[in-house]
Protein backbone atom coordinates (compact mmCIF):
# COMPACT_ATOMS: atom_id res chain seq x y z
CA UNK A 1 0.00 0.00 0.00
CA UNK A 2 1.63 3.43 -1.07
CA UNK A 3 -0.06 6.59 0.79
CA UNK A 4 0.51 10.20 -0.61
CA UNK A 5 0.36 12.92 1.00
CA UNK A 6 0.73 16.87 -0.49
CA UNK A 7 0.14 19.90 1.12
CA UNK A 8 1.76 23.46 1.70
CA UNK A 9 3.82 24.02 4.78
CA UNK A 10 2.61 23.94 8.05
CA UNK A 11 -1.00 22.23 6.91
CA UNK A 12 -0.60 19.12 9.38
CA UNK A 13 0.54 17.18 6.93
CA UNK A 14 3.66 15.82 9.03
CA UNK A 15 2.16 14.67 11.78
CA UNK A 16 -0.71 13.23 9.82
CA UNK A 17 1.90 11.01 8.03
CA UNK A 18 3.55 10.10 11.28
CA UNK A 19 0.25 9.10 12.40
CA UNK A 20 -0.82 7.18 9.82
CA UNK A 21 2.46 5.55 9.26
CA UNK A 22 2.55 4.53 13.15
CA UNK A 23 -1.44 3.06 12.63
CA UNK A 24 -0.22 1.03 9.72
CA UNK A 25 2.87 0.25 10.48
CA UNK A 26 4.39 1.83 7.76
CA UNK A 27 8.14 3.09 6.60
CA UNK A 28 7.44 7.24 6.07
CA UNK A 29 9.68 9.57 4.22
CA UNK A 30 9.02 13.54 4.79
CA UNK A 31 10.47 14.48 1.62
CA UNK A 32 10.86 17.55 2.32
CA UNK A 33 13.86 17.03 4.92
CA UNK A 34 15.57 16.43 1.37
CA UNK A 35 14.76 19.46 0.58
CA UNK A 36 15.85 21.79 3.02
CA UNK A 37 18.99 19.03 3.62
CA UNK A 38 20.09 20.65 -0.02
CA UNK A 39 19.30 24.17 0.83
CA UNK A 40 20.93 23.85 3.91
CA UNK A 41 23.88 22.76 2.60
CA UNK A 42 23.64 25.30 0.15
CA UNK A 43 23.07 28.07 2.55
CA UNK A 44 26.23 29.93 2.06
CA UNK A 45 26.27 29.26 -1.60
CA UNK A 46 22.56 30.50 -2.93
CA UNK A 47 24.01 34.33 -4.46
CA UNK A 48 26.59 32.31 -6.39
CA UNK A 49 26.23 33.05 -10.23
CA UNK A 50 26.64 28.80 -10.38
CA UNK A 51 24.78 28.33 -7.30
CA UNK A 52 22.26 26.04 -9.24
CA UNK A 53 25.40 23.62 -10.66
CA UNK A 54 26.68 23.38 -7.01
CA UNK A 55 22.72 22.49 -5.89
CA UNK A 56 22.12 19.67 -8.50
CA UNK A 57 25.97 17.81 -7.34
CA UNK A 58 25.00 18.11 -4.19
CA UNK A 59 21.51 16.44 -4.45
CA UNK A 60 23.08 13.87 -6.15
CA UNK A 61 25.33 12.82 -3.33
CA UNK A 62 22.84 13.72 -0.85
CA UNK A 63 23.41 11.75 2.65
CA UNK A 64 20.71 12.41 4.74
CA UNK A 65 21.90 10.94 7.81
CA UNK A 66 24.77 13.35 7.48
CA UNK A 67 22.22 16.15 8.95
CA UNK A 68 20.96 17.20 11.56
CA UNK A 69 17.13 17.11 12.32
CA UNK A 70 16.98 20.64 13.83
CA UNK A 71 19.45 22.24 11.42
CA UNK A 72 16.68 21.00 8.47
CA UNK A 73 13.40 22.13 10.45
CA UNK A 74 14.16 25.98 10.77
CA UNK A 75 12.62 28.90 8.41
CA UNK A 76 15.93 29.39 6.97
CA UNK A 77 16.29 26.32 5.57
CA UNK A 78 12.84 26.06 4.38
CA UNK A 79 13.23 28.96 2.20
CA UNK A 80 16.31 27.49 1.29
CA UNK A 81 14.46 24.56 0.34
CA UNK A 82 12.00 26.18 -1.33
CA UNK A 83 14.63 27.87 -3.62
CA UNK A 84 16.80 24.86 -4.79
CA UNK A 85 13.45 22.85 -5.26
CA UNK A 86 12.94 25.26 -8.30
CA UNK A 87 15.93 23.76 -10.12
CA UNK A 88 14.58 20.65 -12.29
CA UNK A 89 17.93 18.97 -11.79
CA UNK A 90 17.63 18.68 -8.27
CA UNK A 91 14.12 17.29 -8.07
CA UNK A 92 15.10 14.79 -10.74
CA UNK A 93 18.15 13.84 -8.43
CA UNK A 94 15.95 13.83 -5.64
CA UNK A 95 13.45 11.56 -7.12
CA UNK A 96 15.34 7.97 -7.26
CA UNK A 97 15.32 7.64 -3.63
CA UNK A 98 11.74 8.86 -2.87
CA UNK A 99 10.67 6.55 -5.94
CA UNK A 100 12.58 3.69 -4.35
CA UNK A 101 11.57 4.28 -1.08
CA UNK A 102 7.69 4.47 -1.98
CA UNK A 103 7.68 1.09 -3.78
CA UNK A 104 9.94 -0.98 -1.38
CA UNK A 105 7.96 -3.89 -0.01
CA UNK A 106 5.28 -4.00 2.01
CA UNK A 107 4.38 -0.54 1.06
CA UNK A 108 4.86 3.00 2.55
CA UNK A 109 3.52 6.53 3.14
CA UNK A 110 5.41 9.78 1.78
CA UNK A 111 4.27 13.44 2.57
CA UNK A 112 5.76 16.68 0.08
CA UNK A 113 4.30 18.72 -2.51
CA UNK A 114 4.12 16.58 -5.47
CA UNK A 115 3.54 12.76 -4.48
CA UNK A 116 0.57 12.27 -5.89
CA UNK A 117 1.56 13.74 -9.05
CA UNK A 118 4.92 12.88 -9.92
CA UNK A 119 6.86 10.54 -7.58
CA UNK A 120 4.08 7.89 -6.78
CA UNK A 121 1.06 8.58 -9.71
CA UNK A 122 0.15 5.04 -8.98
CA UNK A 123 -0.46 5.37 -5.33
CA UNK A 124 -3.34 3.72 -3.83
CA UNK A 125 -4.51 6.63 -1.67
CA UNK A 126 -4.05 10.58 -2.25
CA UNK A 127 -4.63 12.75 0.58
CA UNK A 128 -4.31 17.14 -0.07
CA UNK A 129 -4.09 18.16 3.16
CA UNK A 130 -4.04 22.19 3.40
CA UNK A 131 -5.49 24.53 5.85
CA UNK A 132 -6.02 28.77 5.59
CA UNK A 133 -2.26 30.64 5.85
CA UNK A 134 -3.99 32.49 8.86
CA UNK A 135 -4.72 29.10 10.52
CA UNK A 136 -1.51 27.69 9.18
CA UNK A 137 0.67 30.75 10.90
CA UNK A 138 -1.00 30.15 14.70
CA UNK A 139 0.31 26.66 14.83
CA UNK A 140 3.35 27.18 13.48
CA UNK A 141 3.57 30.22 16.24
CA UNK A 142 2.72 28.05 19.02
CA UNK A 143 4.90 25.26 17.86
CA UNK A 144 7.67 27.31 18.27
CA UNK A 145 6.84 29.14 21.39
CA UNK A 146 6.46 25.84 23.08
CA UNK A 147 9.81 25.38 21.95
CA UNK A 148 10.75 28.62 23.66
CA UNK A 149 11.40 30.00 20.16
CA UNK A 150 11.01 33.46 20.16
CA UNK A 151 8.81 34.50 17.16
CA UNK A 152 5.84 36.43 16.25
CA UNK A 153 2.51 35.61 14.77
CA UNK A 154 3.18 38.36 11.55
CA UNK A 155 7.17 36.91 11.30
CA UNK A 156 5.59 33.74 11.00
CA UNK A 157 2.88 34.21 8.48
CA UNK A 158 5.24 35.96 6.58
CA UNK A 159 7.25 33.50 6.14
CA UNK A 160 4.50 31.24 5.38
CA UNK A 161 2.88 33.49 2.88
CA UNK A 162 6.18 34.01 1.27
CA UNK A 163 6.79 30.38 0.87
CA UNK A 164 3.54 29.59 -0.33
CA UNK A 165 3.96 32.36 -3.09
CA UNK A 166 7.47 30.77 -4.13
CA UNK A 167 6.14 27.37 -4.26
CA UNK A 168 3.47 28.39 -6.26
CA UNK A 169 5.51 30.15 -9.07
CA UNK A 170 7.73 27.13 -9.03
CA UNK A 171 9.10 27.16 -12.27
CA UNK A 172 9.81 23.10 -12.48
CA UNK A 173 5.81 22.97 -12.30
CA UNK A 174 5.75 20.75 -9.13
CA UNK A 175 2.97 21.85 -7.34
CA UNK A 176 -0.85 21.09 -8.49
CA UNK A 177 -3.01 18.94 -7.02
CA UNK A 178 -3.75 15.16 -8.19
CA UNK A 179 -6.92 15.38 -9.87
CA UNK A 180 -7.69 12.04 -7.59
CA UNK A 181 -6.46 13.07 -4.34
CA UNK A 182 -8.98 13.79 -1.68
CA UNK A 183 -8.65 17.33 -0.12
CA UNK A 184 -8.74 17.71 3.58
CA UNK A 185 -8.67 20.89 5.00
CA UNK A 186 -7.76 21.07 8.52
CA UNK A 187 -8.73 24.76 9.24
CA UNK A 188 -10.80 24.87 11.82
CA UNK A 189 -10.13 20.84 13.04
CA UNK A 190 -7.84 19.86 15.41
CA UNK A 191 -4.72 17.56 15.08
CA UNK A 192 -6.86 15.06 16.31
CA UNK A 193 -10.16 15.50 14.37
CA UNK A 194 -7.69 16.05 11.33
CA UNK A 195 -6.26 12.15 11.80
CA UNK A 196 -9.44 10.90 12.36
CA UNK A 197 -10.69 12.53 8.81
CA UNK A 198 -7.44 11.37 7.15
CA UNK A 199 -7.91 7.80 8.59
CA UNK A 200 -11.56 7.78 7.21
CA UNK A 201 -10.66 8.47 3.76
CA UNK A 202 -7.42 6.60 3.71
CA UNK A 203 -10.18 3.37 4.84
CA UNK A 204 -12.96 3.70 2.81
CA UNK A 205 -10.26 3.51 -0.56
CA UNK A 206 -8.61 0.27 0.77
O1 LIG B 1 7.39 20.10 3.49
P1 LIG B 1 8.44 21.14 3.86
O2 LIG B 1 7.85 22.41 4.30
O3 LIG B 1 9.46 20.60 4.80
O4 LIG B 1 9.24 21.39 2.47
C1 LIG B 1 10.22 22.40 2.34
C2 LIG B 1 10.25 22.88 0.91
O5 LIG B 1 10.78 21.83 0.08
C3 LIG B 1 8.89 23.21 0.30
O6 LIG B 1 8.52 24.56 0.55
C4 LIG B 1 9.09 22.93 -1.18
O7 LIG B 1 9.64 24.05 -1.83
C5 LIG B 1 10.14 21.82 -1.18
N1 LIG B 1 9.56 20.49 -1.41
C6 LIG B 1 9.37 20.07 -2.71
N2 LIG B 1 8.88 18.82 -2.99
C7 LIG B 1 8.59 17.98 -1.99
C8 LIG B 1 8.75 18.38 -0.64
C9 LIG B 1 9.23 19.66 -0.38
O8 LIG B 1 9.65 20.84 -3.64
N3 LIG B 1 8.13 16.76 -2.28
Not at 26 to 51: C, E, I, K, Q, S
Not at 96 to 125: N, S
Not at 136 to 162: P, S
Amino acid sequence: MIIAIDGPAASGKGTISKRLAKHFDLPHMDTGLLYRAVGFAMRDDLDHPNWEEKAVTTAQTLELSHYHEDDLTTAEAGIAASKVARVPEVRAALQTAQKHFAHQKGGAILDGRDIGTRICPDADVKLYITADAHARAQRRTKQLNDRGVDVTFDEILAQIEKRDADDRDNPAGAFYVAPDAHLLDTTKLSIETAFQAALELVNSVL
